[in-house]
């Protein structure tokens, strides 16, 4: 069922990832960057510790993506018994422990006397919308047209994404969630130069998935009505 704040949810997040691309744009350009060892807390610049807010921000974000996934897995959907076993590998879990976490686990029986259920559906719909919006993002990563993508080092010329394919089955779309959780987390712990090298192609796939996400949220948003917050520039909300 649509709910009003879908809409809000959609762009709010679009925001967080056009943040979030230009905070990995403007350490991709910066050529001049020390190697070795990431810096420790403590070593943390004000801005560095910005950075590091708003990534744990997307981490967040994608754990709720992932539980969304969870969600609407269907036995339907999986054809492959090597899929279904790396499903099972992966995804199933404690239940009682997502189901607590989801706020389902005293809840009552729908329906029954003196229960109030909306804010239990609630929680477990945004869920569903985070992985349905993540969903869009990747299946629309490949079109995004050449003015949109800004990675600093594209290898086309004009720069594409369409050579990565979204997901077609469960599967994959698991492994590209899990790809861009490590992802975050690696750009987090890691320095993003030396990630960039090492990793070229998951950094590629991750920044085009932030940044798709950003240009259909824009779309959205003009024709939702709404007012962003903000301009272009990089301003950590």
């Not at 919006?133 to 800004?150: F, R, S, Y």
């Not at 861009?180 to 998935?209: H, I, N």
Request: avoid cysteine.
């Amino acid at each position: 069922m649509y709910h009003s704040s879908d809409k809000f949810e959609f762009v709010g997040f679009g925001e967080l990832a056009e943040t979030t691309i230009q905070l990995l744009s403007l350490n991709l350009r910066t050529t001049d960057q020390s190697a070795g060892h990431p810096a420790t807390h403590q070593d943390l610049t004000g801005i560095e510790q910005v950075e590091q807010y708003i990534l744990q921000q997307v981490r967040d974000y994608l754990s709720t993506v992932r539980e969304g996934f969870v969600l609407s897995v269907r036995s339907a959907d999986v054809q492959d018994k090597n899929e279904a076993r790396y499903l099972l590998d992966r995804v199933v879990l404690d239940w009682d422990s997502l189901s607590s976490e989801l706020g389902l686990a005293d809840s009552p029986i729908a329906g029954a006397e003196g229960t109030d259920t909306p804010s239990e559906i609630e929680l477990v719909h945004q869920q569903l919308l985070a992985f349905g919006m993540t969903a869009v993002a990747l299946g629309a990563l490949p079109q995004l047209p050449a003015n949109q993508i800004t990675f600093p080092h594209p290898y086309s010329d004009p720069p594409s994404y369409a050579d990565i394919a979204p997901p077609s089955t469960p599967g994959e779309m698991l492994v590209r969630i899990e790809e861009l959780e490590e992802m975050v987390w690696q750009m987090v712990a890691s320095d993003l130069g030396d990630l960039l090298q090492k990793q070229y192609g998951p950094v590629r796939r991750t920044y085009g998935f932030f940044e798709t996400s950003a240009w259909l949220a824009r779309k959205e948003a003009q024709r939702f009505g709404l007012k962003r917050n903000g301009s272009t520039e990089l301003s950590f909300f």
